[in-house]
C-alpha cells in the first residue's frame, strides 16, 4: 500500500514551466487509448444487446450477481423505504442541503419572452424543459447522495417531466442515503447501473430503461468518454469528469487547512488533480510537511497518495499576478482564493467552474450544501462550459409572428439577400408577401 508522497514540485520561472504544467493537466494522460476503446465496445454493445448487456456489464464491473434487468430497477417505494432507514440527523441534512440547492436554482430559471415591433409583428422565444432526462450519479468509490441532489433539484425546478437515475451499487451495497435523496429530490425512476454502458443505455434506450433528451452528471473516466461519444445522439451537460482543486494561496492560511482541501478532492479519485499556486517557497514547504503529516491519519490515505503522486502538484510563483495566470492557464473545476482579499483578484479570473473565496471558504462547503451546484466542468473545460444548472434542463424555441404589414417590409430585406445567395425558392417565398404596390 502506497501512502507516502513525493509530490510534484515546479517553477514558474522555470524556462520549461509551460511544458512541465502541459504534461501535468494532459488528459490523456488520464484517458488513454485503451479506455476511448473499451468505452465504444460497451456502448456497441449496449446498442446491440440492450438489457442482457447492461446485466453482463454489472456483473463484470461491478460485481453484482445479477440474473435479469428487474434486479437492477428500483420502484419508487424503495426510495420512500430508505427515507425511513436513515437517521434524523442524516435526514435533515439532507433536507438543509435540498432547500439551499432549490433555492439558489430557482434564481437560474428562465422564462420565455417576446417583444412587438411598431407594425405588430411578434418576436420572441420560447422556454421549455426537456421531456426525459438522465442523470448519472457516481457509485464506484465512493457514493454520493449530494450529486443527486445536484443532478435532480435543477432538473425539478425547470419541469423535466421525468427524471431518470440512474447509479451503479458495487456488490450490490445499496446506499440508503442515496436513495434517500432520490426520494427528496423527486427522482422518477431509478436504475442501479454504472459506468459508460450505463450512459449508452440513457443515450439509445433498451428495453428496460427508457432514451433520454440529455444525460447529465459527473463520474470517472469511463462514464466521461461515454458521454462525449454519446453527445449528437443525446444532449450532454458537459466533461465532468474526476475531480480537481486548484488552490491559490497567499501564503498566510494555515498549511494544514491547504493540505486537507487538497486531500479533500484527491480523495474521490487516484485520476483527481490536487494543485497549490503559491507566492511564498517556505508555505509550500510547509504544506508538503502538513500533507506528509495528514497523510497517514486519512482513511483513504491511498487514494489520496496516488492522486497526489501521479497528479499532484506545488508550484511556485513570482507574484500573485502570475498565480492567477497560472489559474486561468489550468481553467480548474475548483478554484479556492485562499488569500486576505478575494474579492480584490475575483475581476482577473477567467476560467474556473466555481470560485471559493478566502481563507474560511473550504471546497467541501460548495459540495454538499453551500447552494451553488458542485457538477462542474473539468479538465479545462471550464473555459467554455459553466456550473450544471436549470438552464441545462430548459431549450429555447424562437417565436416570429409577423403582421402583414410586417412580413411585406421584411419580404424586401429578405429578397434581396436570397437572390445574393442564388436561393431562389427563398425568395419567392418571401415576396409573394409583400404588399402589392408598397
Ligand atoms: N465533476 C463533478 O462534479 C464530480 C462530482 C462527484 C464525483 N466526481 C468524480 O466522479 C468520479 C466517480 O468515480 P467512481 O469510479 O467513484 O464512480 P463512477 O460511478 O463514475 O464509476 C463506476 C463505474 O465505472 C465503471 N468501471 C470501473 N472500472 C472499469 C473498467 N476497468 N472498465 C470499464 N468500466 C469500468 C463501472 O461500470 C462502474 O460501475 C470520480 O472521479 C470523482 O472525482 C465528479
Ligand atoms: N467534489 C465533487 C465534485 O468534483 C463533488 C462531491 C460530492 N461529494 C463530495 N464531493
Ligand atoms: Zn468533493
Given at each position: 500500500m502506497t501512502t507516502s508522497t513525493a509530490i510534484a514540485r515546479l517553477n514558474a520561472a522555470d524556462p520549461d514551466f509551460a511544458h512541465h504544467l502541459d504534461h501535468l493537466l494532459s488528459w490523456e494522460s488520464v484517458s488513454d487509448d485503451s479506455v476511448n476503446q473499451r468505452v465504444l465496445d460497451i456502448i456497441k454493445a449496449v446498442r446491440e444487446r440492450g438489457d442482457a448487456a447492461l446485466v453482463d456489464f454489472t456483473r463484470q464491473f461491478d460485481g453484482l450477481d445479477v440474473k435479469s434487468m428487474s434486479d437492477l430497477i428500483l420502484p419508487r417505494e424503495r426510495l420512500e423505504l430508505a427515507l425511513t432507514r436513515i437517521t434524523a440527523p442524516q435526514r435533515e441534512a439532507l433536507e438543509v442541503a435540498a432547500a439551499r440547492v432549490r433555492s439558489y436554482h430557482e434564481k437560474q430559471k428562465q422564462d420565455s419572452w417576446s417583444y412587438t415591433e411598431a407594425d405588430g409583428t411578434v418576436l420572441g422565444q420560447k422556454v421549455t424543459p426537456l421531456d426525459r432526462a438522465g442523470l448519472y450519479v457516481p457509485g464506484g468509490k465512493a457514493s454520493y447522495p449530494s450529486s443527486v441532489l445536484m443532478n435532480a433539484i435543477p432538473a425539478k425546478v425547470a419541469g423535466v417531466t421525468e427524471v431518470v437515475m440512474v447509479v451503479p451499487t458495487p456488490r450490490g451495497e445499496i446506499n440508503e442515503l442515496v436513495l434517500a435523496a432520490a426520494c427528496i429530490a423527486g427522482v422518477d425512476r431509478v436504475f442501479t447501473i454504472g459506468g459508460a454502458q450505463a450512459v449508452a443505455a440513457l443515450a439509445y434506450g433498451t428495453e428496460s430503461v427508457p432514451k433520454v433528451d440529455k444525460v447529465v452528471g459527473p463520474g470517472n473516466i469511463y462514464v466521461a468518454t461515454a458521454k462525449r461519444h454519446v453527445f449528437g445522439q443525446v444532449g450532454i451537460?458537459?466533461?465532468?469528469g474526476p475531480s480537481e482543486i486548484l488552490v491559490v494561496c497567499?501564503?498566510?492560511?494555515d498549511p494544514d487547512w491547504i493540505a486537507m482541501d487538497l486531500f479533500s478532492q484527491a480523495e474521490h479519485d487516484e485520476d483527481a488533480q490536487a494543485i497549490l499556486v503559491s507566492p511564498d517557497a517556505a508555505f509550500l514547504d510547509k504544506v508538503a510537511a502538513s500533507i506528509n503529516k495528514l497523510l497517514p491519519t486519512m482513511d483513504r490515505a491511498e487514494i489520496i497518495a496516488k492522486s497526489i503522486n501521479g497528479r499532484g502538484a506545488l508550484i511556485l510563483v513570482r507574484d500573485m499576478e502570475q498565480a492567477i495566470e497560472v489559474a486561468n492557464r489550468i481553467a480548474p473545476e475548483h478554484l479556492e482564493l485562499s488569500v486576505a482579499d478575494p474579492q480584490a483578484w475575483l475581476p482577473s479570473i477567467r476560467h474556473a467552474g466555481a470560485i471559493f473565496m478566502g481563507r474560511h471558504t473550504s471546497e467541501a462547503l460548495g459540495d454538499y450544501c453551500a447552494g451553488p451546484n458542485h457538477v462542474l466542468p473539468t479538465s479545462g473545460t471550464a473555459r467554455f462550459s459553466s456550473p450544471l444548472g436549470v438552464y441545462d434542463f430548459q431549450k429555447r424555441s424562437s417565436i416570429i409572428f409577423c403582421s402583414p404589414q410586417g412580413a411585406s417590409e421584411l419580404g424586401k430585406t429578405a429578397s434581396v439577400l436570397a437572390r445574393g445567395e442564388s436561393l431562389s425558392a427563398h425568395a419567392r417565398s418571401a415576396e409573394y408577401r409583400i404588399v402589392k404596390g408598397e
Open positions: 451537460d458537459m466533461i465532468a497567499d501564503g498566510q492560511t
